[in-house]
């Protein structure tokens, strides 16, 4: 079955950074883009960023733009997500997922999600 698995979050200081990893398994991981989301306490999912089945195209939120960076490694089923400089308003859980089609920055359009991990983000 298709399982999607983050690990890396943590606590970091503001302006630290982070490194969110994300390692699919139960399908041909390289034919599908796959985006990262985060929930916060209170508040809606958001879309974070999002990269496509090749690593040649990447999506991200306006709220992340030039901080954080998606990537790649389809020998190792693995995305990562790099993210820099962070604020405490990143504090959230961040989740993987799989597009299946449709809008990037629509969690609608994500058939299979993974449990989350937790950043927060201390001022």
Known sequence: QV???????????DGGSLRLSCVASGYTFSD???GWFRQAPGKE???????????GREYYGDS???RFT???DNAKNTI???MNSLKPEDTAV???????????????DY???????????SS
């Open 32 to 34: 599908k883009l796959i």
């Open 3 to 13: 399982q999607l698995v983050e690990s890396g979050g943590g606590l970091v200081q």
């Open 80 to 82: 990562y997500l790099q």
């Open 45 to 55: 999912r958001e879309f974070v960023a999002g990269i496509n089945s090749g690593g």
């Open 111 to 121: 058939d299979y999600w993974g449990q989350g991990t937790q950043v927060t983000v």
């Open 70 to 72: 998606i990537s790649r």
């Open 94 to 108: 961040y989740y993987c997922a799989r597009f299946r089609g449709g809008r990037v920055n629509y969690e609608q």
């Open 64 to 66: 992340v733009k030039g």
